[in-house]
């Protein structure tokens, strides 16, 4: 009897893993915020990269991280980083408020139809939005304001003899988009790097500034507001991107309705995706919308996140990244400045040691392809010669491309310039530190420690030969959408000095 017994609870349980494909066995290491795209916390993306991101080779060997020699030391960093942490902009709080009543409908209608809602998750019935009642969104919350604050600390901390000079912001440069979440991540990171280092309060916190242009003529860091072709570009790629999104959605959307018994959308899918990512990582719940997709869904939808930033943000087309140059730009004449300090004999607190940029994940996306970062050898060479890369691949199969640790809240990338001293003569090497872990560049031998020139050469020259207006217009007789304020003042200046119909291309005025 007992036999029979065993034998008939052993068919149920196989049963119930063809009938209920969320019924099979769980991967207990599996953590849905590891898995939530560009929406991952920074210490959760940081995680990751530390722990789980392997960049494998043709070979398949990992890589290793190249060891500092002694004999260099630190004189200059760059840092270009996202935001922190933010609230759900003012568009998706307004989305999820329709949720609310959506799901409503939902199981209205499947009352009326007389289906069992045994299924629905108990939370399900009661759920409202927690930003329910918002009038505005997009701000950097407060784990944004500590993930940035730590980060500040920990740069300073790890690169004490940069920071040794009194505060002045010729010495330490800031500067952020005008976006109220980037200025705060500046303002933030700021206070934990100069933290102890003035008389205000009882954290001994200084004052410093923070620069900013207009979002109307910011080619630095919003490059991609001002850039024609690539909004043309964008607007052109959104239904081919939804086209590759959508059998992943369809086939989601249909295991959903068969889960829970509710006539679940595209777009329901869409949204309760969104809901799971904000709720997981803003809040820490990951039982409710998270809950209704298979550990599989998650992955399948993370990647449909990755594949959208991979065309239209990041290694899809070489217009995603280019237009970036003048902050690649900015980046080599910065490390061009220190060495001319360090080789002039400059005295300390007369030249720039650190020039500290805070934006977005367009603007960190594409920077990262800029100097090449998450790609093979093979890649490497495809995009010197312009060569469209294959898309990120799908799960199960392994991928480098992952929101989570390309771009995070808070994602960043460091460059550090060290002079190696030797037999009288200084050689100067560029260090790539992504998420503050030692990244290979694939245009320097997969290595994470480069020759200056090496770095000028092979990786930054073939970006540089391209002109940001050639790129960004449809007619290169026109100027770029949003022009510095350093340009209209000279051309207000020509304007008044040579007059209107003057050909003012050949002047140079410098102020």
Known sequence: MKKIITICLTLLFLFSIVVNPTAKAKDETFDVRQHLSTVTRYEVGKGINENEFVLLSKKENEFVSAKVPDQCTPIHLNLVARHGTRAPTKKRIRDLDTLSSRLKELLQNAKETGSSLEKVPSWL???????????????????????????????????????????????YQIRATQIPRASASAVAFGMGMFSGKGELGAGKHRAFSVLSESRASDIMLRFHDC???????????????????????????????????????????????????????????????????????????????????????????????????????????????????????????????????FAHAETLVPFSCLIGLFLEGSEYEQIQREEPLKYPLKPPQKRTWRGSTVAPFGGNNALVLYSCSGNNTSEYYVQVLHNEQPIPMAGCGGTDFCPFEVFKEKIAAAHLKHSYDNLCNPNMEKQSECKSYTTKFTELFSYYFYGKNKDTSSQKVEL
């Open 227 to 357: 850039c024609r072709n690539y909004k043309a570009y964008r607007k052109h790629q959104e239904p081919a991107v939804y086209k590759l999104k959508e059998p992943v959605l369809n086939e989601i959307t249909s295991s959903l309705g068969a889960r829970y018994g509710l006539n679940f959308t595209v777009k329901d899918t869409s949204t309760l995706w969104f809901l799971c990512k904000q709720e997981a990582s803003l809040l820490g719940i990951t039982d409710q919308a998270c809950g209704l997709f298979s550990q599989d869904e998650v992955k399948l939808l993370e990647w449909t996140d990755d594949l959208e930033m991979f065309i239209v943000k990041g290694y899809g087309n070489s217009l995603n990244y280019r237009m970036g140059v003048p902050l690649l730009d900015d980046v080599i004449l910065s490390m061009e400045n220190a060495i001319k300090a360090k080789e002039e004999g400059h005295a300390p607190g007369s030249y720039e040691k650190a020039r500290l940029r």
């Open 125 to 171: 019935p009661k759920w409202s939005s927690p930003w329910k009642g918002k009038i505005r969104g997009g701000e950097l919350i407060s784990q944004g304001e500590d993930e940035m604050y730590h980060l500040g600390k920990r740069i300073m901390e790890r690169f004490q003899g940069l920071f040794t000079d009194e505060y002045h912001p010729d010495i």
